[in-house]
């Protein structure tokens, strides 16, 4: 298996563009996590889904998030508009029934 | 809400010489506990989970323990090298999400 993919793996962009960041889970897995992380803060938990739906998306920073999973095989995770303090590192990771998570390789936005 | 916690924050150690990386959790209601390596600027990398009904489990120079009732895991690396050098983070999976702890960055010296 190829694991989680995710792309871009890098991004740059200026303060209110959008951006979409996006993930391919393990096929077969049927929960799905955006994590970000930052210096300051770690590793923190933006969204879950779990069978496509979104179950707990009390880690997203604001309205300015959404995230989304029209089906099994692919998710997004929109900024819009974009601001430098969302300058980190992005995380998708999928699993099955909750047990072990794989991650991917993560994006590295930076919002000038 | 789940506070993780490690110790040391970094640990440098000649090679050879077995590791040992603390973490510590306030709230014993897991589901499983998730050890992981993050190398600089790379993802993470699963190594070892622990179901809560576990006490131990082992993947070649890796053991991993578990007292949920202490709130407590330990990763035990053995005969530690150069290649071993990164960032461990611990992770525990409740109510439905992997809270992390800061990580410990061990640096094998040659």
């Known amino acids: 298996d190829a694991g989680v993919i995710q792309s871009p793996r890098h991004e740059v962009t200026e303060m209110g563009q959008e951006v979409t960041l996006r993930c391919k889970p393990i096929s077969g897995h049927n929960s799905l996590f955006w994590y970000r992380q930052t210096m300051m803060r770690g590793l923190e938990l933006l969204i879950y889904?779990?069978?496509?739906?979104?179950?707990?998306d009390s880690g997203m920073p604001e309205d300015r998030f959404s995230a989304k999973m029209p089906n099994a095989s692919f998710s997004t995770l929109k900024i819009q508009p974009s601001e430098p303090r969302d300058s980190a590192v992005y995380f998708c990771a999928s699993s099955l029934n909750a047990n072990e998570q794989f991650f991917g390789p993560g994006t590295r936005l930076t919002v000038l | 809400k789940q506070e993780v916690t490690q110790i040391p924050a970094a640990l440098s150690v000649p090679e050879g010489e077995n590791l040992v990386l603390n973490c510590s959790f306030t709230d014993s209601a897991i589901y499983n506990l998730q050890w992981f390596r993050q190398d600089p600027g790379k993802g993470l990398t699963s190594l070892l989970l622990i179901q809560s009904s576990q006490r131990e489990q082992t993947s070649g120079r890796l053991n991993a323990s578990l007292d949920k009732s202490s709130g407590r895991s330990t990763l035990y690396i053995a005969a530690s090298q150069p290649g071993d050098s990164a960032t461990y983070l611990c992770?525990?999976?409740?109510?439905?999400?992997?809270?992390f702890g800061a990580g410990t960055t061990v640096t094998v010296r040659a």
């Open positions: 992770a525990v999976f409740s109510d439905y999400k992997l809270s």
């Open positions: 889904f779990n069978n496509n739906v979104p179950i707990d």
